[in-house]
C-alpha cells in the first residue's frame, strides 16, 4: 500500500462524509435560522422552540435523500472492496 494510496482515500473518505453530511445539516441550518429569525422577532426564547424544528428537519431531510445516499454508499463500498486486492500488494 502506497502513501498515495492512503492519502486517496482518506480524501475519498473526507468527501463521501461531507457529501452524505450536506444535506442534512443544510436543512437543519435553514429551519434554525428560520427559527431564530421568528423568536427574535417575536421575543419568544424558548428551547424547545429552537430545537424540536431541527429534529423534524432532518428527519424529513433523511427521508428525502435516502435513497441517493445508500447509493453513493453503496457505489464506495463497492469502490473500497475493488481496491483491497491493489492494497495487498
Known sequence: MTPELVVQLARRSFEATLLLAAPLLLFSLVVGL???VFQAVTSINEATLAFAPKILAVMIAMIIFFPWMMSYMSD????IYSLIATMRR
Open 34 to 36: 428560520l427559527i431564530s
Open 76 to 79: 464506495f463500498t463497492r469502490e
